[in-house]
């Protein structure tokens, strides 16, 4: 499903480098979460803070 999410629409897209992975040069549009995802898909529903456009939003709850 993360792949799905990502690497793959880049390559569908014709953005491979770009947009997808976490690379120099690529789009950067990140978030973090405690656990791997890999291991637990529902950790997304958690997420710690968000980096958009070098600019990181943290929910302060």
């Known amino acids: 499903a993360i792949q ?22 690529a789009f950067a549009d990140i978030i973090a979460v405690k656990e791997n995802p890999l291991n637990n898909i529902k950790i997304l529903g958690n997420v710690k803070w968000v980096m958009k456009n070098a600019v990181v939003w943290k929910d302060e709850k």
């Open 4 to 25: 799905t999410a990502t690497i793959n629409g880049a390559e569908l897209l014709g953005e491979t480098g770009l947009m997808g992975e976490i690379v120099p040069g």
